[in-house]
């Protein structure tokens, strides 16, 4: 059968045991501390000199800025020095299983392969296997295609989650890992944790693809989240939706541009992603609360409690306003989603794009309370989502409204270690 999650030509410096030149080798996802330009100074300080991927990525806190076209051409030109420098180890049709020891000190383990592009569709109501679980917003796909669009290898911080409750395709590892050849072992800087990866042998990979086909079983499907003739969603996106469904134009674009062209073996049909177990008690989902600032705080309040049903009477969706640090919990008995962060967002969103009213995405309800102390500024508090709403509701709603939920801190998001060549090859 065709699988959507395959093995992949992982590419790896060559001095990936090197657990010291490895800890300014890997840096963290590009879209975290986007406010922060101290923390990307100290990693810019942290690899003055060495071989990094902050030389091969751009940091989402530089998109805007007047230089970003010169520091887009300066990482293409580094790529193309990395590879003539034999700086890679490629490791042909590969997995790699990854344990990593996060802040909090909890292991998260993931496999490293490659996305089938052909069986990714992020547009709501999707029944592909790898499915979006928030809203993608197409105006930030174009910045990101103008980084990737000419480069010839990539990094991932996409991360993937299946619906693994017997834990049947990533856990058995741990147990056998001793057997594999360990790839790398080192600590992550700036507090990121420990990271360590280990090459799975053909046995290993082998009982990771029957596991994953058992999740892709329709029929048993169909039967755990109650629906029916609904086509399995296996891989939902954990963290890197926009970052994969630039992938997914790239290729597109390719294959419009190459009408008569056999692209199923094309480098660009793949992306390099973990998947992770959701179950995995070292992930765990946190609400992303609202701050409607400089606002008519009266109207607000009135379209929310009509629009919304508010009342104090208790129902299955609750949210909590806040207002010069005061708290006010509410039910929602208008429902128009599974969840009342579904809920609450259609309304909110809605709301802001008739007002032009700005919204904050706040983590932390010490923020909110905070905030909510400047007139003009409303705030509401979200339940945070449980682990084990995520497919159903992704499978009932189709993809979560944008910032839904978090998973986990910035400093325990992906850091890039691993890459892979998108560009075709002239064979020797």
Not at 5 to 27: H, N, R, Y
Not at 56 to 72: A, F, G, H, Q, T
Not at 323 to 346: C, D, Q, R, S, W
Request: aromatic fraction near 8%; charged fraction near 30%.
């Amino acid at each position: 059968m065709e699988r959507i999650f395959t093995k992949a030509d992982i590419l790896l410096p060559k001095f990936s045991k090197d657990s010291e030149k490895m800890s300014k080798w890997a840096v963290v996802a590009c879209d975290q501390y986007t406010s922060e330009p101290e923390y990307w100074e100290e990693v810019r300080r942290i690899t003055q000199g060495e071989k990094s991927t902050l030389e091969l990525i751009l940091p989402e806190i530089y998109l805007k800025n007047p230089d970003v076209d010169r520091r887009i051409t300066k990482i293409d030109d580094t790529m193309k020095q990395y590879i003539d420098e034999g700086v890679f180890t490629e490791y042909k049709d590969s997995l790699i299983y990854v344990e990593r020891v996060q802040s909090d000190g909890k292991m998260r383990a993931g496999i490293v392969g490659a996305i089938d592009m052909e069986g990714y569709n992020y547009n709501k109501g999707s029944q592909s296997p790898v499915r979006a679980t928030e809203a993608t917003v197409a105006k930030r796909l174009p910045p990101r295609i103008k980084v990737r669009e000419k480069a010839e290898i990539e990094l991932p911080h996409i991360m993937i989650l299946i619906d693994d409750v017997k834990k049947s395709v990533i856990e058995p590892l741990e147990a056998v890992k001793d057997r594999f050849e360990k790839l790398y072992d080192f600590d992550l800087m700036c507090g990121g944790g420990h990271i360590t990866g280990y090459l799975l042998d053909d046995a290993a990979c082998e009982q990771v693809f029957s596991a994953l086909d058992k999740l892709a079983d329709k029929a048993a499907f169909n039967e755990k989240y109650g629906v029916s003739d609904q086509e399995p969603l296996v891989f939902a996106m954990g963290d890197g939706n926009h970052s994969l469904a630039t992938a997914k134009a790239i290729y597109d674009r390719l294959k419009e541009e190459n009408p008569g062209k056999d692209m199923s073996k094309h480098p660009a049909r793949y992306a390099l992603a973990e998947i992770v177990d959701l179950h995995s008690p070292a992930l765990e989902f946190e609400a992303i609360h609202r701050v409607v600032t400089d606002d008519d705080e009266d109207r607000l309040i009135e379209e929310a409690k009509e629009a919304l049903g508010l009342s104090h009477e208790p129902s299955d969706q609750k949210i909590t306003l806040v207002i010069n640090a005061m708290e006010f919990p509410y039910y929602i008995h208008k429902p128009t989603a599974n969840l009342a962060v579904g809920t609450f967002v259609n309304f909110i969103d809605a709301y802001a794009e008739r007002y032009g009213s700005a919204i904050d995405y706040i983590h932390g309800s010490e923020v909110v309370s905070q905030l909510s102390k400047t007139e003009g500024n409303v705030g509401f508090l979200l339940e945070d989502m449980s682990k084990a709403e995520l497919f159903p509701t992704v499978i009932k709603d189709g993809a979560l409204p944008r910032k839904t939920f978090s998973m986990g801190h910035a400093a325990d998001k992906r850091f890039y270690v691993e890459a892979r060549r998108i560009t075709e090859q002239e064979e020797s």
